[in-house]
């Protein structure tokens, strides 16, 4: 049963995340973002079946509550009219396939060359404490990197939505 509920959490994961890129269904903006919500429930689905439960819950709470929430805030706040969208050129979809395609591979020949999880020693299963001292501890740099980032990009989207009072 624990394989079958991966596949479909993988699946399901995997179809709705292409589904907030592809968004055949409109062009509206809003349809991406609830997407992007059931990817990330998705994904907390897969963090259950890790036994991480609480990686799960913040999963849950943290980006599908708040973080869609400042999202579906910034979209609205953005109000795209139709007219104004740009519309879909052939050298840029090209040009993106490439780069996406180029960071794949540098991707997948970092990961193949380092041997991800190679003597690690799993310890406490998720747990709340040993998730703090790793992330605190070993991975600090990436957190706060995360952190500017998230920031810069709240920042970017309050200036691109400011009307100019001229």
Do not use: W
């Not at 995997?14 to 994904?43: D, E, H, K, W």
């Not at 840029?92 to 020949?109: D, E, K, N, Q, R």
């Amino acid at each position: 049963m624990q394989d079958l509920l991966f596949y479909l959490f993988a699946a399901l994961t995997l179809l709705c995340g292409l589904m907030v890129v592809v968004n055949p269904l409109s062009r509206n903006p809003v349809t991406s973002a609830m997407f992007l919500v059931l990817a990330i429930v998705s994904m907390a689905g897969l963090f259950v079946l890790l036994h991480a439960f609480f990686l799960a819950a913040v999963q849950i709470l943290v980006y599908a509550g708040a973080v869609m929430v400042l999202f579906l805030f910034v979209v609205m706040l953005l109000d795209l009219k139709e007219e104004l969208r740009r519309k879909i050129k052939v050298f840029g979809i090209a040009t993106g396939l490439v780069s996406v395609g180029a960071f794949a591979a540098v991707m997948v020949a970092s990961i193949l060359g380092t041997h991800p999880g190679k003597g690690l020693i799993p310890q406490g299963e998720g747990t709340t404490p040993v998730l703090g001292k790793i992330l605190f501890t070993q991975y600090l740099l990436p957190f706060e990197i995360l952190s500017v980032l998230l920031l810069v990009a709240m920042v970017g989207a309050i200036l691109l939505s400011k009307k100019d009072l001229k």
